[in-house]
């Protein structure tokens, strides 16, 4: 027996043409800033068997990725942030959007020492910083999104 539903303003909805442009790009780069530092750090066992340069060749070389993906993250981020109608930004909406910006800073600043640090110890955690606030700049990204 086939249902009959009714149109409300609550259903669900399908993102249109240029919307699925902008949240395809952000997410696709949010993936590669995130989803490349899992990758990184699962393969590093297997790239230090290739010799003592090994690990930070495929560190530079990921860098050469991770980078343009960060900033098509913060092109696409102030993008998104333009399409919303603010009007129907509620506080908490806006504080959390607050604490992701903080995240993206820190996330960017921590990755970025990382890269200069000359000690494997603060290496460690730099990458470590940056990856934690990374990630927690991707889960308040879906709490926005909603
Ligand atoms: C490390 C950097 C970032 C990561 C990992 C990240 C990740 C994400 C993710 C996963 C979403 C959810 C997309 C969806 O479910 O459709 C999102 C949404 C969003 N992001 Fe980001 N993002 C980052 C940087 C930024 C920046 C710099 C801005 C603003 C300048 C920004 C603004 C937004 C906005 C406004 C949304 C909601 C989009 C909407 O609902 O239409 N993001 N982000």
Request: aromatic content about 8%; overall charge positive.
């Amino acid at each position: 027996m086939g249902r009959v539903l009714l149109a409300t303003a609550e259903q669900l909805q399908l993102a249109s043409g240029l919307s699925i442009v902008r949240l395809t790009l952000h997410v696709l780069a949010a993936s590669v800033w995130v989803g490349g530092q899992f990758v990184v750090l699962g393969l590093l066992p297997t790239v230090r068997e290739f010799g003592e340069g090994a690990p930070r060749k495929i560190a530079q070389a990921f860098g050469r990725l991770s980078w343009p993906a960060f900033w098509l993250l913060v092109a696409t981020g102030v993008w998104n942030y333009l399409a919303i109608n603010h009007a129907d930004a509620s506080s908490s909406w806006n504080a959390v959007f607050g604490i992701k910006m903080v995240c993206v800073v820190v996330a960017g600043a921590g990755t970025f020492m990382h890269t200069k640090a000359t000690s494997p110890k603060s290496r460690g955690i730099y990458a470590g910083v940056g990856a934690l606030a990374s990630i927690a700049a991707l889960v308040l990204g879906v709490a926005i999104a909603g």
